[in-house]
């Protein structure tokens, strides 16, 4: 059975509640001193931890609605300790033969305690962990006759989760770009890069990539391994009578050594995007601080301070005072040529042009029919588009197939629907997402039912 049946209703009031942070901290703390004592805590041991916790960050615990006046008697510690057991995030078991009340941590628990970890501490070593991991374990498999496809399967594991490290790398370059642009002097501007990218990027993540990484010391000896094993139709054979033999009837050798090889170009690629968003980023910040060093010194830094103080001031006496400074006396402003001449008017053109014919003005009726939008759909047809391709009160743009214009048009007029107050459907936007199918592309949106 899998571990997200297992879990209570009440679980999740969690991420809902008012001590949502509090109950997080308890629950790490918890898990350092259950890792600590060998998985095996007493109530009084949590009560002990969370007592400590509890002086050490002030915590200001808030009233839960579903606490009752008796709740409200307990110290901090023990309804912290009550909350989380009642929920669902520890799990009390009694030792009838000892007298004595044990707390453990269920397993689908663990698995979210370990996620508020990850969020708080960052790896550094996580890729370097992973490249290696995944040569080790092809060698092993290569070269021992004991193991098993399980081996194979999880070098995959290790080759999606560097792909999912790089990955998550690219999509959070858009947060430094916006704290680039934020900063308003060169001061601040050097301390963000060189603290802030350079720091948690470079030396971090992209040094690791890039120089003593270890992904282009062993890409080619894991291609090499690949291709060996591949060409290897007798090792071949071995692999699969022994997979046969413990029953193992999943993916075959041969297309995990083509998911691993297809994981590697895709390591490839997405290195090769980090590379251009590091450029992009290094030029942006270049660009960036030539403007602030500019600024004071270039006739265009020069002109923008001076807009910026006429919007700030009173522009007349602005220009008056620059008036004042003005030297009027040079000799390309004093000329014998006048500054101005009155143009001579087109006779000729003007005589030869027909005359303008006369046009009514429009009255109230006429120019509300013009602005009208006109639009190709009605409500009623795009409402009979979204319930057409609804699946079980859901349409998934991702399931979504679009054939033609219309079938767009009417996409975007169905979002354009569920911005408004009083219509049927809403959007979920909870991707960032986007789709290209059919030559269209589009968000990954889902139009579900409004509960009016």
Known sequence: MQLRFEIPESFWSLFRSVNRETYIE??????????????????EVCIQVLRDLYMKKQI????????????????????????????????????????????????????????FERLSTEDLEETEIYIQNVYATLFSFKNDPRVNLNMLRTALINTRRLNKALQDMLHNMDKFFARLLEQQFYGD??????????????????????????????????????????????WIEKIRERARATGDTGEDVLELLDMIERGFDDIEHRISNMDKEHSKYVRATVTRLNYLLSGESDTKGLVIQLLNRMSEDDYEEVIQKTGEKMNLSLVEILSEKSLYKRRRSRKDFVSKMAQEEEVDDLDREDVLRLNRIKLRFSKKQIEEFIEEHMEKDMLDTEKLSLT???????????????????????????????????????????FVRRHL
């Not at 308890?26 to 998985?39: D, G, T, V």
């Not at 009642?86 to 078991?93: A, Q, V």
């Not at 009694?94 to 397993?107: A, H, K, Q, R």
Request: glycine share 2%.
């Open 60 to 115: 200001e615990l808030k009233r839960e609605e579903d606490e009752t006046e008796f709740d409200m008697l307990e110290t901090p510690s023990a309804r912290i300790l009550n909350w989380l057991i009642r929920k669902g995030w520890l799990k009390k078991i009694e030792d009838y033969n000892t007298l004595m009340t044990n707390i453990v941590i269920p397993d689908y628990a663990a698995i979210f305690v370990d996620a």
């Open 404 to 446: 033609s214009e219309d079938d767009f048009e009417k996409l975007i007029l169905a979002y354009d629907l569920s911005t408004r107050k009083n219509s049927k459907y809403k959007a979920l936007e909870e991707d960032a997402e986007t789709i290209e199918k059919n030559g269209y592309r589009y968000p990954a949106l889902k």
């Open 26 to 43: 308890a629950l790490m703390a918890i898990n350092e001193e259950y890792q600590y004592s060998n998985y095996f805590l007493t109530r």
């Open 189 to 234: 501007l050097l301390k963000e890069h060189l603290d802030g990218y350079v720091e948690e990027i470079v030396r971090k993540k992209y040094h690791i990539l890039k120089t003593s990484d270890n992904f282009y010391i062993y890409k080619t000896d894991i291609k090499e391994c690949l291709r060996q094993m591949r060409d290897d139709e007798e």
